[in-house]
């Protein structure tokens, strides 16, 4: 579905507070805001310490956090980049700042603001989704040369026309004011999903599959295939062992994962709860093993009881042999 909010006048040249810096080619253009913003990125985060090979497929950590305000800790997001493309799994919190961080820390263009253009969502919960307004609106500003696409569970597109319409007169000024943006480059394309194959381009195959994601009727994972690799993410799910058949042989299974230990120590509901919504770091690694994939990472990490990173990584290896990793934000594999 194309989303609008109403028919507003499109202007010839595409404009951001005033100027739009030239690109190279094959990139969008960026704003005038960006390169007086790059200075003070660059002091902020490390620059990348190797080249990133752009024929392989990249995965980056932008956010690995639950509800929880932990400042180190940005909403769930994670970039698969192959192609030039990157292709977004939901966008919590600060989606778009994260994505700017990490492509000064990976090197890779597609994760500039400007460039973002594809999502896939999980689920509409909000800590996986409060950042799509920003994902619509920020690239925008930014110089985004291409409408947004986004697949997600039913509700996506109800979702997506409440935002425009709360953000209305924000976009009404830009289109219509001195920065003369353009209005169809706001067109959000959207697709309610079902599980099987959803999208398919010359470098990325993206298959959906359903999880128990307690009392949602529509929660899915997402696995992602290119040429040189296959991908997992396993999106917010209660324990679900025809995971193990959906990633076999996968080279990396990226799963969120609570610390068993904790959770036996938290009151009954508490436990009802986790139980159902999530899955433990001990359950991930079985099903890991199971699957016999390459390497676990795991994201969305709840310590219930103050388990450190390291013990729920051994949690994981109780089972699984393969390399595990704890995932961080702007974490590159």
Not at 180 to 209: C, H, K, N, S, W
Not at 234 to 250: K, N, R
Request: net charge negative; proline share 8%; aromatic share 6%.
């Amino acid at each position: 579905m194309r989303h609008h909010i109403e028919t507003l006048p499109t202007v010839a040249f595409l404009l951001a507070l005033g100027g739009c810096v030239a690109a190279p080619s094959g990139e969008a253009p960026a704003s005038s805001f960006e390169g007086a913003e790059t200075e003070a990125a660059a002091q902020a985060v490390p620059p990348a310490t190797e080249p990133r090979d752009p024929s392989r497929t990249w995965v980056v950590l932008l956010g690995t956090g639950t509800p929880g305000a932990e400042p180190d800790r940005f909403g769930p997001a994670t970039a698969v980049v192959a192609g030039g493309t990157a292709y977004l799994i939901d966008a919590g919190p600060g989606v778009v700042r994260r994505a700017a961080a990490g492509a000064i820390v990976s090197g890779l263009p597609a994760l500039r603001p400007q460039n973002l253009r594809m999502a896939f969502f999980t689920h509409l919960h909000s800590d996986h989704t409060i950042g799509y307004p920003d994902l619509i609106l920020s690239p925008w500003v930014l110089g985004r040369s291409v409408p947004l696409q986004v697949f997600g569970p039913p509700g996506l597109d109800a979702m997506t026309t409440a935002l425009l319409d709360a953000y209305r007169e924000d976009i009404r000024v830009r289109v219509e004011g001195p920065e003369q943006l353009r209005r169809d480059l706001l067109a959000v394309e959207t697709r309610e999903i079902e599980p099987g194959l959803i999208y398919e381009d010359p470098v990325m195959r993206v298959e959906a599959f359903a999880v128990p994601h307690g009392t949602w009727n529509q929660a899915f994972g997402f696995k992602l295939t290119t040429a040189d690799r296959t991908i997992v993410i396993s999106g917010d799910t209660g324990p679900f062992d025809g995971l193990v058949d959906i990633a076999s042989g996968a080279d990396v299974l990226i799963h969120e994962a609570y610390g068993a230990e904790g959770l036996r120590l938290r009151d009954p509901g508490v436990q009802r709860y986790h139980g159902t919504f999530h899955t433990s770091a001990i359950k991930v690694g079985e099903i890991a093993a199971e699957a016999g994939v390459g390497m676990v990472i795991l994201t969305h990490q709840l310590h219930l009881a103050g388990e450190t990173p390291d013990e729920m990584v051994d949690q994981v290896r109780l089972s699984f042999d393969g390399e595990v990793v704890y995932g961080r934000d702007l974490d590159i594999f």
